[in-house]
């Protein structure tokens, strides 16, 4: 099975922008949660996806929002960049709805550079 | 609230010495923990997870890790270093049941294996 996928890989925004990342999942997931990692703040939830819809959601600001497809792509959107939106952005995939036990696969990520 | 505290940001071992990466949590219901590495520039991929089955659990390249609940500890250990084991390493907990693939990450450990 192929694994998930991400794109774009790279990506330099300036401020004020605004972004859309997307995540192809495992073929037959059909959660997909998001998470951000930068240095100072390490790995934090996002959002998670399933059947099209938001199930949980982090502690981050209006501007980061999610969407799920019938095919379980996910895309986010961040609008209104800030500097401090600079991160790896990691999508990950997991099968089942029971949730907390599954484990989650991981894609490459996508690098945001905001300048 | 659950939260994931890794004992030492930087790891640094000779070449067929053991490894052993600290982890500690808490969590007001049994938890699911998780050890994921990441190698530079990739995604996170899963070492392995605690899942109640048993509390000594093998994963992937030799690891291992024991579940004490007394202690609320999730040390990884292998016995014998490789040079391709160095990369970052994460410990992870996540929600439980109730439908969520929420994973709250630890800082993170950098191990270094020198020849």
């Known amino acids: 099975k192929a694994g998930v996928t991400q794109t774009p890989r790279y990506l330099i925004k300036t401020r004020g922008q605004q972004v859309t990342l997307s995540c192809s999942p495992i073929?037959?997931?059909?959660?997909v949660s998001w998470y951000q990692q930068t240095p100072g703040q390490g790995l934090q939830f996002l959002f998670e996806?399933?059947?099209?819809?938001?199930?949980n959601k982090g502690n981050f600001p209006g501007r980061f929002s999610g969407r799920q497809f019938s095919n379980s792509r996910s895309e986010m959107n961040v609008s209104t960049l800030e500097l401090g939106d600079s991160a790896l952005y990691l999508c990950a995939s997991s099968s089942a709805g029971t949730g907390g036990l599954e484990t989650q696969y991981f894609g490459p990520g996508t690098r945001l550079l905001v300048l | 609230a659950q939260s994931v505290t890794q004992l030492g940001s930087h790891v640094s071992v000779s070449e067929g010495a053991l490894v052993l990466l600290r982890c500690n949590y808490s969590s007001s219901v049994p938890p699911y923990l998780f050890w994921y590495v990441q190698y530079p520039n990739q995604g996170l991929q899963l070492l392995l997870k605690y899942t109640s089955a048993a509390t000594l659990v093998k994963g992937i390249n030799g690891f291992e890790a024991e579940f004490k609940k007394s202690e609320t500890s999730f040390h990884l250990t292998k016995p014998s270093a490789h040079m391709s084991d160095a990369a970052e390493y994460f410990c992870a907990v996540s929600r439980g049941s109730g439908g969520y693939n929420k994973l709250i990450f630890g800082a993170g450990t950098r191990l270094a294996v020198h020849p």
């Open positions: 073929s037959g997931h059909r959660s």
């Open positions: 996806y399933f059947s099209e819809t938001q199930r």
